[in-house]
Nanobody, 123 residues
Framework: VQLQASGGGSVQAGDSLRLSCAAS????????MGWFRQAPGESREFVAT????????YYADSVKGRFTISRDNAKNTVYLQMNYLEPEDTASYYC?????????????????WGQGTLVTVSS
């Protein structure tokens, strides 16, 4: 199983980015997916999660109203649309997959993890 995250980059505050997470070796349509991030010197933290059907989403308070998680099960891909980026959003972003359809904010409940994609936001 591989989760390939992409779409990171260096942007200015207020800009937007869309991260993608393409899965291989796993058909994500039955599973909840999540995005997490880790800033330099910090612990990894929850960002957003979506259930298998795509009709239930949870967000960290820090990104609510700015970030949107979505999924295209036909493309086996999950997205994170990030708008109004702030310097505090600077981190490596990781996607993860559960093995059940229920969304959760608890990272220990995710089975598969991708490599990070770096997002740098300058003021």
């Amino acid at each position: 199983v591989q989760l390939q995250a992409s779409g990171g980059g260096s942007v200015q505050a207020g800009d937007s980015l869309r991260l993608s997470c393409a899965a291989s070796g796993l058909s994500i349509g039955r599973y909840a997916m999540g995005w997490f991030r880790q800033a330099p010197g910090e612990s990894r933290e929850f960002v957003a999660t979506i259930n298998a059907r795509g009709d239930i989403r949870y967000y960290a308070d820090s990104v609510k109203g700015r970030f949107t998680i979505s999924r295209d099960n036909a493309k086996n891909t999950v997205y994170l649309q990030m708008n109004y980026l702030e310097p505090e959003d600077t981190a490596s972003y990781y996607c993860a997959a559960r093995t059940i359809p229920i969304a959760t904010m608890t990272q220990e409940e995710y089975r598969y993890w991708g490599q990070g994609t770096l997002v740098t936001v300058s003021s």
